[in-house]
């Protein structure tokens, strides 16, 4: 008996010592089994929302383009502007080609100096203009060519625009004019006309080319002033502000060399 039980205790401590059975196996399977089940459940709702944010964008019809606002013209009517524009009204505001648009209204509308097309969310297009200023302009055939400050003539109108100098040319027979040429030569005019000191601007009435160095403007009340070259306007600028302060009774300034001003008729 004793050897029996010997034996049956010495099997169990036999079994008893051996490897432990572990579960980290089948919990391993489980957590990856997990982890995919996440994963397509997951991807399943990126390509839900995916497919409901392409439908919303370009299926549904709470974001299709309704509406044109425009704002910054001055001159332009708001329906010139959005005939010009063509905006393709019910498609998707997504789709809408805000380049193409921008485009057409400066190809189609010479005074539009630049524009801003943006989307108005949910379902509108805002076109922000911004027009050609003249800063003087020319007569030709009774009409009046319109300059901005880059020398671009924009558009003739049938009214002069008023506060603007008149651009007139004495060239004659001129060297000047055969050197230089006349687009050169308005161009420098042109820079003149931005270079005058608001005060002046106000009262020039017109603009005279006689060469390349010799531009004068012709003020209010008979007053004349030399303004020679557009070199050095800002100093002549200032010398013409502080002579017409000093000698108020004058009609006459010259401030072609700025260093060495003249003034007459006072």
Known sequence: MAGLTTARRDD??????????????????????????????????LVLFTAGGVWLLYGSTW???????????RVLTHREVTTAARVPLESPLVSVDTDAIAARLRAELPRIDSVDVVRNWPDGIGLKVTERVPVVFAEKGGKFIEVDAGGVRFATVDKAP??????????????SLRRFGAARLQREGVRVATQLPEAVRR????????????????????????WGSSEHGAAKAKTLLSL???????????????????????
């Open 63 to 73: 974001l299709r383009t309704e509406r044109v606002a425009v704002s910054g013209v």
């Open 12 to 45: 169990t401590l036999s079994s008893s010592s051996g490897p432990p059975s572990s579960p980290e196996p089948e919990r391993g399977r489980r957590w990856r089994l997990s982890g995919l089940c996440t994963l397509i459940v997951v991807l399943v709702a």
């Open 244 to 266: 017409m302060k000093t000698a108020r009774g004058a009609d006459h300034f010259d401030v072609s060399a700025p260093t060495a001003p003249s003034v007459s008729g006072s």
């Open 162 to 175: 008023e506060g603007v100098p008149r651009l007139e040319w004495e060239t004659g027979g001129s060297p």
């Open 203 to 226: 009262d020039t009435r017109a603009l005279k080319i006689g060469s390349y160095d010799s531009i004068v403007l012709e003020l209010t009340g008979g007053r004349t002033v030399v």
